[in-house]
């Protein structure tokens, strides 16, 4: 029995929906060749985009890895849709019935916070408003599922509050996240306005979309097909391509250094820890942390220093110990240790 369609037979007059005339509007052939169509250019995007990202550097990897997931979660899902599946004909305001395909509202759960991630990564934003950007993204997510899956004109209620959080995303893009890749600077800034411009243009499209389509019910299913599988094309393929190729770039730091996703604190995604550089430079800070609180520079610090294979790295280390040690005697000490420190 379809979603949202109580037992008529028994029909006592208690249940609010009006009782459906027949017509369930469903998939025709062209909506489901549009599916596997996209299927296609998510699943060789995928293959592309890992066999291009493994041939960078590790720490050019970072965007590659997430990008790469991003098209193959989309390719499952198309698949799942070209196989007529994910779906639930959902008794509609007007006595029809219409399939609805949450499977697209999975893959958009998935894939959405990490389009997000590819673009917020960029620049060296907080903690904080990374979590509350995704956040409201995926509430955006979950309640326009729920406004497709709603029986009644609730449904655009839903669509409401869906939109508000959608207007959260976007202060999110341009406000914090935007401030953050200008800190960056150099071309990063190019690349980051290139993408959230991309991403803004499109995002757009899709409450509109569903207004005509689950919401309204005005277009056919298989327009739907269409008009979100053109959507999902330029955000996830085009999107992922304009990336992957400038995955050399976006693994540098603003000076040439290393990406804000491959330095010493996110080892998961590459970089070179603990060479002899990176183990003085440790090592270094530790002591200085220790001219700071007055106290001696602890052991642990130096054999961290030590650590580091080469000869800079054991006299990083020995430095960064000795001006640990010194700032035992005086302030001034200690805070010459720490400048020392930060030169290390």
Same mark, same amino acid.
Request: aromatic fraction near 12%; hydrophobic fraction near 45%; charged fraction near 10%.
């Given at each position: 029995?379809?979603?949202?369609?109580?037992?008529?037979?028994?029909?006592?007059?208690?249940?609010?929906?009006?009782?459906?005339?027949?017509?369930?509007?469903?998939?025709?052939?062209?909506?489901?060749?549009?599916?596997?169509?996209?299927?296609?250019?998510?699943?060789?995007?995928?293959?592309?985009?890992?066999?291009?990202?493994?041939?960078?550097?590790?720490?050019?990897?970072?965007?590659?890895?997430?990008?790469?997931?991003?098209?193959?979660?989309?390719?499952?899902?198309?698949?799942?849709?070209?196989?007529?599946?994910?779906?639930?004909?959902?008794?509609?305001?007007?006595?029809?019935?219409?399939?609805?395909?949450?499977?697209?509202?999975?893959?958009?759960?998935?894939?959405?916070?990490?389009?997000?991630?590819?673009?917020?990564?960029?620049?060296?934003?907080?903690?904080?408003?990374?979590?509350?950007?995704?956040?409201?993204?995926?509430?955006?997510?979950?309640?326009?599922?729920?406004?497709?899956?709603?029986?009644?004109?609730?449904?655009?209620?839903?669509?409401?509050?869906?939109?508000?959080?959608?207007?959260?995303?976007?202060?999110?893009?341009?406000?914090?996240?935007?401030?953050?890749?200008?800190?960056?600077?150099?071309?990063?800034?190019?690349?980051?306005?290139?993408?959230?411009?991309?991403?803004?243009?499109?995002?757009?499209?899709?409450?509109?979309?569903?207004?005509?389509?689950?919401?309204?019910?005005?277009?056919?299913?298989?327009?739907?097909?269409?008009?979100?599988?053109?959507?999902?094309?330029?955000?996830?393929?085009?999107?992922?391509?304009?990336?992957?190729?400038?995955?050399?770039?976006?693994?540098?730091?603003?000076?040439?250094?290393?990406?804000?996703?491959?330095?010493?604190?996110?080892?998961?995604?590459?970089?070179?820890?603990?060479?002899?550089?990176?183990?003085?430079?440790?090592?270094?800070?530790?002591?200085?942390? +220790?001219?700071?609180? /007055? =106290? *001696? &520079? !602890?052991?642990?610090?130096?054999?961290?220093? %030590? #650590? @580091?294979?080469?000869? $800079? +790295?054991?006299?990083? /280390? =020995? *430095? &960064? !110990?000795?001006?640990?040690?010194?700032?035992? %005697? #005086? @302030?001034?000490?200690? $805070?010459?240790?720490?400048?020392?420190?930060?030169?290390?």
């Amino acid at each position: 029995m379809p979603i949202g369609v109580p037992p008529y037979d028994n029909y006592d007059g208690s249940y609010p929906q009006p009782e459906p005339t027949g017509q369930v509007h469903e998939i025709t052939y062209g909506g489901q060749v549009m599916y596997w169509v996209v299927f296609c250019c998510m699943a060789a995007s995928a293959i592309a985009f890992a066999a291009l990202t493994f041939m960078k550097p590790m720490h050019a990897r970072a965007h590659g890895y997430i990008t790469t997931a991003i098209v193959t979660i989309a390719a499952i899902a198309y698949y799942v849709m070209g196989a007529l599946g994910g779906s639930a004909n959902i008794a509609n305001p007007d006595g029809n019935l219409r399939s609805i395909y949450y499977a697209r509202y999975v893959d958009w759960f998935f894939t959405t916070p990490l389009i997000l991630l590819d673009v917020i990564l960029m620049g060296n934003v907080a903690l904080g408003a990374t979590l509350w950007i995704v956040l409201a993204d995926v509430a955006m997510i979950c309640t326009g599922l729920f406004g497709a899956l709603s029986i009644n004109n609730y449904r655009w209620g839903y669509y409401v509050i869906s939109c508000l959080f959608f207007l959260i995303v976007l202060w999110g893009l341009v406000g914090p996240v935007a401030k953050g890749a200008r800190a960056v600077g150099g071309r990063h800034v190019g690349i980051f306005w290139t993408l959230t411009g991309l991403l803004i243009f499109l995002w757009i499209g899709y409450p509109i979309v569903w207004g005509f389509c689950e919401g309204s019910d005005y277009a056919t299913v298989s327009t739907e097909a269409i008009l979100y599988g053109i959507l999902d094309f330029f955000a996830k393929v085009v999107f992922g391509w304009i990336v992957i190729i400038n995955l050399d770039l976006l693994g540098q730091g603003s000076k040439g250094g290393r990406s804000i996703l491959c330095n010493s604190t996110n080892m998961p995604f590459g970089g070179t820890g603990g060479s002899a550089d990176t183990g003085g430079h440790v090592g270094g800070m530790g002591a200085g942390n +220790g001219a700071r609180t /007055g =106290t *001696t &520079g !602890t052991g642990t610090t130096g054999t961290t220093g %030590t #650590t @580091g294979t080469g000869m $800079t +790295g054991t006299h990083t /280390g =020995t *430095t &960064g !110990t000795h001006m640990g040690t010194g700032g035992t %005697t #005086t @302030g001034p000490t200690a $805070t010459a240790g720490d400048n020392a420190v930060r030169t290390v």
